[in-house]
């Protein structure tokens, strides 16, 4: 079975940083697009940033400049670096990824900006 396990998400000072990482296990040949999405309180989710098996990346203009997403293809990991932390970063982040045609979430990992 196919689990997606984030890890990371703590609470963190404005203007901090953090780095998150997603995990993909169980039986898997071969996996194509990997992405972050997050979701904050009373909010809908949203794409965070997203990143080809090729290295091509793709981020939410919110984002851009202060995330970094990247990908190790001989572990199955996705990780997404997040600097200059705001408070409106605030939410539940959600690993992605297609995986052998079909498509899987984790479980979500939360980050907290505040002071």
């Known amino acids: 079975q196919v689990q997606l396990v984030e890890s990371g998400g703590v609470l963190v000072h404005p203007g901090g940083s953090l780095r998150l990482s997603c995990a993909a296990s169980?039986?898997?040949?071969?996996?194509?697009?990997m992405g972050w999405y997050r979701q904050a309180p009373g909010k809908q989710r949203e794409l965070v940033a997203g990143?080809?098996?090729?290295?091509?990346?793709n981020y939410a203009d919110s984002v851009k400049g202060r995330y970094t997403i990247s990908r190790n293809n001989a572990k199955n990991t996705v990780y997404l670096q997040m600097n200059s932390l705001k408070p409106e970063d605030t939410a539940v982040y959600y690993c992605?990824?297609?995986?052998?045609?079909?498509?899987?979430w984790g479980k979500g990992t939360l980050v907290t900006v505040s002071s």
């Open positions: 990143i080809t098996r090729g290295g091509r990346t």
């Open positions: 169980g039986s898997i040949f071969s996996i194509n697009t």
């Open positions: 992605n990824a297609d995986i052998d045609g079909r498509n899987y």
